[in-house]
């Protein structure tokens, strides 16, 4: 039997607090090199959005960067780039995030430019239609006119999912969207928007007792406004097989992707990390179970992917999320013969077992992984504020590397079993490339 692998564990700092209006703090000095990473994360995704409305939270994100209470439109890239800095911001299914990176003496204009937009972005019916048609233009760029656009993490969804949060567009319809108001905008604002449901978080070279009578001093007379009550996500699990298919006119080969459903990942996180660890024994290089047996050895796909979240954003989502399998085949390749493969291993990982050294392998690799992500302010910054935000433990980013070399091989194996056909929802598609 293989020994296991001495996962070193990182102790970047955390101290944390609440602004009187309720913003929540988290920093983590780190005095290596004169950075910092600031992230502001929002209690709203993809999934918050109302029907009729799909495709908001994205679109409202992009409001955020027209202009604030005492900024101009682009100021806010102004200032940033002017200190040498980057910025950006992503909208993910349960949160929304914004961040800059810049060297350590620009972290006050960082905060400032955060704080003003937190007081009210300027949303005027110009600044809407102009971002309407963005965001449109993103969607032909990513979806309509890119092969394999939005497969799986936007057509797999609805099928797996019944319910509006879960299952809908989250790049949203050019109805919705055309149809969007300036109070439509601003409703979104007041609700979601509020201190109460953001998380700030500062990462890199800083004083703490500097920072935070800098982050009292921008942040603390933003208006106090509580968060809204989670809406539940709540999604029956399935009682069967559910299988679609679709034609991408410009997709050149066949493709299919199969989603389970996955404990947890919040509320049951002991039962949700051997999934995390099984994805990357299922597909992680070329000696994992499902490339050496369809890539390499049937050769009845090109590639084969694994992982959990349909963004891919494993220690950042709630529930219901799904591990989910993709792979694109040769010409002619055969999506149901795939998937039978595909059972014919997870029935052998479970009933033989991990091979000697498989799983420290694998272990080591995800923590080699997980290392390297912190090794950059904003892989502490960013994570950091969203864990504070979804479980009020920043400090998990320091333990998920040991956490993960702690899964047992039968945890791997028991999870494994549960990955019946009877609990998949899958997505073919089918090319018209080739028509």
Same mark, same amino acid.
């Given at each position: ?179 969007? $108001?300036?109070? %439509? !905008?601003?409703?979104?604002?007041? /609700? ?6 953001? +998380?700030?978080? #500062?990462? &890199? ?77 299922? $597909?992680?290089? %070329? !000696?994992?179970?499902?490339?050496? /047996? ?6 009845? +796909?090109?590639? #084969?992917? &694994? ?129």
């Amino acid at each position: 039997m293989a020994s296991r692998i001495q996962i070193p564990a990182t102790k970047y700092p955390v101290e944390r607090f609440t602004l009187a209006n309720g913003l929540r703090v988290v920093l983590s000095p780190d005095r290596s090199a004169p950075v910092v990473g600031v992230a502001v994360v929002y209690d709203v995704g993809i999934r918050s959005e109302p029907e009729g409305r799909t495709g908001f939270a994205h679109l409202f994100e992009h409001l955020m960067f027209q202009g604030s209470e005492n900024l101009e439109k682009l100021a806010h890239f102004r200032h940033v780039q002017g200190a040498g800095g980057s910025f950006n911001g992503s909208t993910h299914l349960d949160y929304t995030d914004y961040f800059e990176v810049l060297p350590a003496g620009a972290l006050e204009r960082a905060l400032f430019l955060e704080a003003d937009r937190m007081r009210g972005p300027r949303l005027t019916e110009e600044n809407l239609r102009n971002q309407v048609d963005v965001v449109k233009e993103e969607i032909r760029v990513n979806v309509l006119n890119r092969p394999y656009g939005g497969f799986p993490w936007l057509k797999l969804p609805p099928v797996m999912f019944k319910t509006f949060p879960n299952a809908h567009d989250g790049y949203g319809s050019f109805e919705d969207l055309e149809s969007a $108001t300036v109070a %439509d !905008a601003q409703g979104f604002f007041d /609700r979601y928007y509020a201190c109460g449901n953001a +998380v700030l978080s #500062v990462a &890199g070279d800083f004083d703490v007792a500097e920072a935070t009578v800098m982050i009292e001093r921008h942040f603390g007379d933003v208006p106090a406004r509580p968060a809204p009550v989670l809406p539940a996500f709540d999604e029956p699990d399935l009682d069967g097989e559910r299988r679609e298919s679709y034609t991408d006119r410009i997709a050149p080969l066949p493709a299919v992707a199969a989603g389970y459903r996955v404990p947890d990942p919040i509320g049951a996180f002991d039962a949700y990390l051997p999934f995390s660890v099984l994805a990357e024994v299922l $597909t992680d290089g %070329d !000696a994992s179970r499902l490339v050496e /047996r369809l890539v390499q050895r049937d050769r009845s +796909v090109t590639n #084969v992917g &694994g992982y959990l979240g349909f963004m891919g954003d494993e220690y950042q989502v709630r529930n219901p999320t799904a591990l989910l399998l993709q792979a694109h085949m040769p010409p002619g390749g055969d999506a149901g013969k795939v998937l039978r493969t595909v059972d014919e291993e997870l029935d052998r990982l479970a009933a033989d077992g991990l091979k000697p050294g498989e799983l420290e392998r694998t272990q080591a690799r995800m923590a080699t992984r997980l290392l390297q992500g912190t090794d950059e302010v904003l892989g502490r910054a960013l994570p950091m504020a969203v864990l504070e935000l979804q479980r009020g433990r920043p400090g998990l980013l320091n333990e998920l590397p040991k956490l993960v070399n702690e899964v047992t091989a039968e945890q791997v194996v028991a999870a494994a079993a549960t990955l019946r056909p009877e609990r998949r929802a899958v997505v073919e598609v089918l090319p018209g490339a080739g028509a």
